[in-house]
């Protein structure tokens, strides 16, 4: 919070009547923000010994995975909240396009959610804390560079390259453009990504 | 023991494909909202009838630098143009590795050039009015370009931002300091209670 508020801070004293270079910078911050606030959620619950208690109450699987999602994505939000009254300075003094900073929203909406569910993979994959804000750490920022690799291959393999990382998908939300594709880019991961982690915890029960 | 209605593998295996045919579809048949006020992303009705009326292919063939900040720009409006017709494609080439091909099409410096059949158009001002004069050279079409917008215009009702130095103050002792302060003195109180 206190990073961010300089970042608006500064952003609003250089005459900018937007929130894109806040929604840049803590789209940035979320890549070691979020594995912090995921790693316990599997872990912690292998290393009390309820792990297994929990799977055996009268649920599904992946009500379970999808009830950690939860859990981490509420406290997301929560943590996001406060942002709301930089839009209240923006009205005050300026006269900012509101429908460019919701959309901003809803972009760091869906990249939380895509780092929160590579966080609970992470921590549904790894025996340890460390090990799992590691793992979550490093995939997370694999997926973000991932487009870079892009110019080096040409064609079709470029262009998947570039549409698998999160970047240009969270740039046109907070640029203010809301694309169909990227509304499916991250539904469709966060999705998968718990799907897998559902199919990883049923394995780990079956074992 | 938890109710285990699994997915099997291969209910599992279906689900992924189902996801990437869903991106696929979703990539090629793209629908998307220009929210900005001014409506920057969006291209000029100009662009939209030069590309409307477009017959034949037109392969747009880009020499820039993967950092350049010009080919960013261009993707932009390629994209959009994309968007609009299927007879445009479009293909980044880094002008060091293909400087042969940029001599072929007689490309002085970095810069895009348009092909149709045996028409081809240079630009190299990354703006609407180049890309869309372009357009229209190649295909033979009509265009006044008078009426070309050269940049988006800014609402002029809307005055930019100008903060006195009790305003950036009290922004600033706000956002760094009380509501911080305010979000570590919930997280304490919640540590109380559940000590």
Redesign the interface.
Known sequence: ??I???V??FT??S???SLVSVFGFAGAMLMLFIPLLTTPLVVRESQQGTLELL???????WE?VIGKFIAAFSFFVF?LS?TV??LW??SH???P?L??I??GYLGMLFLGGLFISIGVLASALCSGQLMAAIVSITVITAFWLIG?FS?VF?GIVGAILL?LSPQPHFFDFI???????N???FF?LI??IL?IT??IL?MR?WR | MAQNKSSGPLKFFFLIILIILLNVVSFRYNQWYDLTRARAHSLSPHTIDALNKLKEPVQILCFFRADDNRWEKAKSYLERMQSYSNLVTYQLYDPDIKFDLMQAYDLQQYGMIFISGSNTYSVYDIDEPSITLALTKIAHQKLDTSELISEVVADPSVKPLNLNFLQVSFVLFMSVIVIPLIFVAIGLVVWWQRR
């Not at chain 1, 799977?55 to 699987?61: C, D, F, I, N, S």
């Not at chain 1, 640029?175 to 594709?181: D, N, W």
């Open positions: 919070m206190f961010t508020g300089l608006f801070s609003i004293t005459g900018e009547d799977m055996t109450a009268p649920v599904y699987v379970i943590m406060p009254v930089y300075f923006l003094f300026g006269q396009d429908p460019v919701l959309s870079r110019f040409t549409y640029g203010g453009v809301v694309k169909l594709s509304v499916m880019y469709s999705i998968g799907l559902s199919h049923e029960l």
